[in-house]
């Protein structure tokens, strides 16, 4: 698919379709949004705005909501409902009740069969699709453009504007390639590719960009895997990241709740099948890694870009030549109460934390399942899982992980953000250490005073069995 | 939204790199439905003792002498993580008008141009130069003039900043950019007449 013969990439297609008004000197584009996915915590204030101006929702049948961030993940009491303690978050799920129903928009309530963390729930319904806008109050909105689609968070007042006009004003973003090339070896996983990326960019570095993931590494993955790299673009600086649409994506889509069945589904595929960049298409930037030369990643510091492999020392600020840097190495080293030149392997560690929307999924959970099958967790570990979604918490119990988890000696709870924002009763105390699948360890991120090493589910997984941050590929 | 033509007003540092916005603005501080308060919990856990209540006097905001500053000089790529407009009500609850930076993250950037606060870009040599000046003289001030897209330090050195040329007419006029697209409604009926929808959630 070519414009006037010129080759273009994945992202530029999917832009080009969706211009309402082309970007000019004197205005950005206007983009049209084929998704707007909504949550209690960042809409309360958009609702307030159009009830001002005496305006509707333009179109609810493009709008989807659930709650997930303030939602407490305690299990149900007697008559099946998970009790909201605390007095403003239960004013913020009212709220947003009673704004998705004055407004006609479709919401799946704290307790709902369908819902979930907003970034799990929206591709395991089959809304999200390759080719599509959509946006979401939240900046890891970036996870839906693993199928191909442009998504991007957004804040509130264009949150609203969503609502209203169901387009957006949007400058066009410049494209980076991020290329992983070869294959991964056994305990390394998509999330130890991103926080790779990561930390080789930095937290800025993406920033103005659009990331599209590409190479043999990011095809050899499972959607799952491929969501869990789009999920975390937006802590490289990019707002959005992408990954054409392919067989394992088609798969993927295929019967779930909002697919497009029988004879659409052909025309769907033809027209997916155009999406990938064509041949000769040019990016702003490019960047490679190998992934053979991954191992896995852990953050040592309080941004997602003060990462470095496992088995690593953590860096020293005297050696950093750059002044800036050294200071914010300073700063977090204080803060994670680290030495330069520290190990992190043996760190004891006080939390482990398995959930959010980076790795709260199936696969996810199969993975740490089996890792601690027939093992404990350490007595001095409290671990906790936390399913993206009460579909993937059925589908876990289906197949007994919760048995499992329980048995080690973790806690199962109901679905949502939980201590990945830990502003709905699960967080760390002052001081305590966490391997968390999350994707921010900003100071303060899990709970104030909190201290959070990024890692994956089989990471997390074995750091909770030793009871100090461990390498898994020496004990699978 | 006001009009921002003008700003002048003292500065104040906070010299520190990639300031994210769950230091702005804690996520427990998110679980309001308006606007107001949250100029109270800017910068809550730099800003108060462990007991979230004590003022941290080691820092900056709580100085008196810094008391009334409207422009903050911060470190690099302020404004990164999530997509928060909390980030800019707190900082504009706060008293700022605007922030000055080498870099912004997008999003910030984008919310904060929506409730006019004005994120101005500037070079390195710049940055250093307004953080000895916050340093040494809490009295010091700096004047902003939006149209002409120029910052003036005291010693009377003035420097550009780029401003797209859309985000200054809003902030000229108090243009909202919601009233913008709503007048685009035609467009966007003929765009929807040739595009199929993709998904239908009420189906
Ligand atoms: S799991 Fe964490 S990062 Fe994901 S949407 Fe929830 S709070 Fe945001």
Redesign the interface.
Known sequence: MTNNGRPRTLFEKVWD?HT??DQS????A?L?I??HLVHE??S??AF??LRE?G?RVR??????GTMD??TPTTPRNELGIIPVA?A??A??LD?FTQNCGDF???MYALGDEHQGIVHVIGPEK??T?P??TIVC???HTSTHGAFGALAF??????V??VL??????Q?K?KTMAVNVEGKLEEGVTAKDIILAIIARIG??GG??HVFEYRGEAIRGLSMEGRMTVCNMS?EG?A?AGMIAPDDTTFEYISGRK?APSSADWDAALADWGRLPTDDGAAYDQEITLRAEELIPMITYGT?P?MGMPITAAVPAPDEERDY??K??LD?ALAYMDLQPGQQLLGKPIDVVFIGSCTNSRISDLRQAAKFIEGRQVAESVRMMVVPGSQQVKRQAESEGLDAVFRAAGAEWREAGCSMC???NGDQLE?GQYAVSTSN?N????QG??GRTFLASPLTAAASAVAGVVSDPRAML | MEKVKHIQGTIVAIPVNDIDTDQIIPARFLKVTDKDGLGKAAFCDWRYLDDGSTPNPDFILNNPAYAGASVLIAGNNFGCGSSREHAPWALIGAGFKAVISTEFADIFRNNALKNGLLPIIVDEETQEQLFSLADEDPSTSVSVDVDAQRLTLPDGRQIQFPLDGFSKYCLLNGVDQLGYLLNLDDEVRDYEARNPQRVATTA
Do not use: C, W
């Open positions: 379709a309402v008004r000197e004197d205005s950005p206007v049209y084929d998704l915590v960042t309360p204030q307030s705005m101006r305006l179109r609810p049948d493009l709008t989807i961030h303030s605390d403003m978050a004013k913020q709220t006609g928009i479709p089959g809304l699709q080719g599509m109050g939240d900046s968070g957004i804040g509130t007042s264009e609203g504007h209203a006009t169901q387009t957006l004003l400058n973003p937290i800025g920033t103005g937006i600086g707002r909002y941004n870009g800036n840097k200071i914010a700063k924002i830990a502003m002052p921010r900003f100071e303060g991120r104030k005073g």
